[in-house]
């Protein structure tokens, strides 16, 4: 028979509690156990001596006897002093997937061809000067007829003029 120190919870909707329990590995997590050796309330303080109650002598004969500690119970027992726990790491938890290095890379590709194109186009010989050229020359052009129209609008305007006065 396997067995297992974890936690069985009881409190009511978001109001946990839960025992420190030994089970048989197979039992559901609230239901049949073997004893209680402590209790843990997540609600309290946590330099509060009430949050983590744990009867070590007990913890250690069921440790003797084979018993598995869940990570949390084994957090506990590291606090208690009864078993030590030795760190975790894993260096590759904060790591992005697969796909998020695809878009990453294609981020960098659009960025770099776009800094490439705005640096072709700055040392670029601009051809400005000769289209300035153009429009000099067409202007007067057009200004031209304009200025014809409106001194042959005059005249005409002042015998418009000298009918209605007389």
């Known amino acids: 028979m396997a067995l297992s120190m974890r936690l069985s919870r009881g409190g009511s909707k978001k109001r946990p509690y ?24 997540p609600l309290l303080a946590k330099d509060d001596e009430k949050r983590i109650v ?41 790591e992005p997937g697969e796909k998020a290095k695809e878009r990453a890379e294609e981020r960098a590709e659009k960025l770099k061809a776009a800094e490439e194109a705005a640096a072709e186009a700055a040392a670029a010989p601009a051809p400005e000067p000769v289209a300035e050229e153009v429009t000099e020359e067409a202007a007067p052009a057009v200004e031209a007829p304009a200025a014809e129209a409106t001194a042959e609008e005059a005249p005409a305007e002042a015998a418009a003029e000298e009918a209605s006065e007389g």
């Open 18 to 41: 839960y025992r420190i329990v030994i089970a048989d590995a197979r039992s559901p997590r609230d239901g049949k156990f073997i004893e209680k050796i402590g209790t843990y309330n």
């Open 54 to 94: 744990l009867d070590g002598d007990r913890a250690k004969h069921w440790l003797s006897v084979g018993a598995q500690p869940t990570d949390r119970v084994a957090r506990f027992l590291d606090v208690a002093g009864v078993k030590e726990r030795a760190a975790r790491n894993n260096p590759k938890k904060a």
